[in-house]
T-cell receptor, first 111, second 114 residues
Framework: QKEVEQNSGPLSVPEGAIASLNCTYS??????FFWYRQYSGKSPELIMF????GDKEDGRFTAQLNKASQYVSLLIRDSQPSDSATYLC???????????FGTGTQLKVEL | SAVISQKPSRDICQRGTSLTIQCQVD?????MFWYRQQPGQSLTLIAT?????????ESGFVIDKFPISRPNLTFSTLTVSNMSPEDSSIYLC???????????FGPGTRLLVL
């Protein structure tokens, strides 16, 4: 079974710190990886996607992909209380443009 | 990204009844999907809604329980049939856009079955 795994957390970081969220995947055929943010009671919101090994930066967010290790991460710099949410990692392992989601990591940014 | 709306936003239903959820997109899209998110859980894909043909269901989901229509490239419906309390969940539609068919989600329908 093709899986995407995340630590459920909660991950607590102080305001202004770097939050590091991690994700592993089992399907070596996966090409694209996505990070979504989901606030309580809301639907998932795309943060960014990555498909090449290395880093991809967008504002305070950096996605990192290591296909050899089957590992994806999301770094959030200068974490703010508004970043407190559940972060979902997804891969295209389902084929046909389908996504397989991890269970999500709850992030808490504390004042 | 496309603007996606869902109706109803929430509902409370009696067991044994059916509910049809609508998903409307403000632009034509090829790929539309329906997901379920049970309380405290992640997203599980129910089916891919195909325009002009039957939906493609994932393992564990069947057409009799979750019939789907996709009459055109901007609209789809998901029906939850013969509901039981176990069907209480958030139902989300998503659309694929861009080179990688990146998925964007609608606001969701929160269903409680009593």
């Amino acid at each position: 079974q093709k899986e995407v795994e995340q630590n459920s957390g909660p991950l607590s970081v102080p305001e202004g710190a770097i939050a590091s969220l991690n994700c592993t995947y089992s399907d070596r055929g996966s090409q694209s990886f996505f990070w979504y943010r989901q606030y309580s009671g809301k639907s998932p919101e795309l943060i960014m996607f990555i498909y090449s090994n290395g880093d991809k930066e967008d504002g305070r967010f950096t996605a990192q992909l290591n296909k050899a290790s089957q590992y994806v991460s999301l770094l959030i710099r200068d974490s703010q209380p508004s970043d407190s949410a559940t972060y979902l990692c997804a891969s295209d392992s389902g084929g046909g443009n389908k996504l397989t989601f991890g269970t999500g990591t709850q992030l808490k940014v504390e004042l | 990204s496309a603007v996606i709306s869902q109706k109803p936003s929430r509902d409370i239903c009696q067991r044994g009844t059916s509910l049809t959820i609508q998903c409307q997109v403000d632009s034509q899209v090829t790929m539309m999907f329906w997901y379920r998110q049970q309380p405290g859980q992640s997203l599980t894909l129910i089916a891919t809604a195909n325009q002009g043909s039957e939906a493609t269901y994932e393992s564990g989901f069947v057409i009799d329980k979750f019939p789907i229509s996709r009459p055109n490239l901007t609209f789809s419906t998901l029906t939850v049939s013969n509901m039981s309390p176990e069907d209480s969940s958030i139902y989300l539609c998503s659309v694929g856009q861009g080179i990688f068919e990146t998925q964007y989600f609608g606001p969701g329908t929160r269903l409680l079955v009593l």
